[in-house]
Nanobody
Framework: QVQLVESGGGLVQPGGSLRLSCAAS????????MGWYRQAPGKQRELVAA???????DYGDSVKGRFTISRDNAKNTVYLQMNSLKPEDTAVYFC????????????WGQGTQVTVSS
C-alpha cells in the first residue's frame, strides 16, 4: 500500500511561482513512475508532468518550458516547480504513483488546489 500526500498549493498571482511536493509512504517509490495531473472544474483530468524511476521526464504541451518535475528518492518525494503561472493553470493538482506492468500498483493523492488569480 502506498499513500501520497500533496502540499504546496495555494493562491498566486499570474506570472508567479509555486512548488508542489508529493510525499510517498510505503514501498516501491524508487522504481515507480511519478506523475502530476490536474483537473479544472468541468474538465477532464490531464497529465501535467511525469518522471520515470531513471529520471526521464515528460510534460503536457501547455506547461512545457514553465514547469519542472523532479524527484528525490532518498526522501520518497516528487516535486513540481511551476513558474510563469497563468490563470488557466488553476486546477486541483494530483500526484500519482504507478509501476508499469503492475496494474495493482497505482495510487493517487488527495489533491492540492492551485489558484492563479489577480
Amino acid at each position: 500500500q502506498v499513500q501520497l500526500v500533496e502540499s504546496g498549493g495555494g493562491l498566486v498571482q499570474p506570472g508567479g511561482s509555486l512548488r508542489l511536493s508529493c510525499a510517498a509512504s510505503g514501498s516501491g517509490f524508487s522504481i515507480s513512475v511519478m506523475g502530476w495531473y490536474r483537473q479544472a472544474p468541468g474538465k477532464q483530468r490531464e497529465l501535467v508532468a511525469a518522471i520515470s524511476s531513471g529520471g526521464a521526464t515528460d510534460y503536457g504541451d501547455s506547461v512545457k518550458g514553465r514547469f519542472t518535475i523532479s524527484r528525490d528518492n532518498a526522501k520518497n518525494t516528487v516535486y513540481l516547480q511551476m513558474n510563469s503561472l497563468k490563470p488557466e493553470d488553476t486546477a486541483v493538482y494530483f500526484c500519482k504513483s504507478f509501476i508499469p506492468g503492475i496494474p495493482s500498483h497505482a495510487y493517487w493523492g488527495q489533491g492540492t488546489q492551485v489558484t492563479v488569480s489577480s
